[in-house]
């Protein structure tokens, strides 16, 4: 059973800076893909930034030039490096993994931009 956990959000003001981790673990499945989706209230969840294994990534057009993911040297950790913070970024972000054809997400971590 994969597990994802995340770690690194919080409160910080507009134009600051957060950096999100989510670990993988539980699998020796091959991982595909692995993301951060976010949620704010009364809206939908969309893909904020995506890694595939062979590192290609996708971004938002909202967050291009201000987020940045990577993965760890053992692929099964991803990071978002989130700058320029603005209060429109405020939701909960949520990890992703496509490991061996399925998908799976994290607990969901709170960002909240604020002064």
């Known amino acids: 059973q994969v597990q994802l956990v995340e770690s690194g959000g919080g409160l910080v003001q507009p134009g600051g800076s957060l950096r999100l981790s989510c670990a993988s673990s539980?699998?020796?499945?091959?991982?595909?893909?692995m993301g951060w989706f976010r949620q704010a209230p009364g809206k939908q969840r969309e893909l904020v930034a995506g890694?595939?294994?062979?590192?290609?990534?996708s971004y938002a057009d909202s967050v291009k030039g201000r987020f940045s993911i990577s993965r760890g040297p053992a692929k099964n950790t991803v990071y978002l490096q989130m700058n320029s913070l603005k209060p429109e970024d405020t939701a909960v972000y949520y990890c992703h993994e496509n490991r061996g054809g399925s998908g799976y997400w994290g607990q969901g971590t709170q960002v909240t931009v604020s002064s």
């Open positions: 890694i595939t294994t062979g590192g290609s990534t």
């Open positions: 539980g699998s020796t499945l091959s991982s595909y893909f």
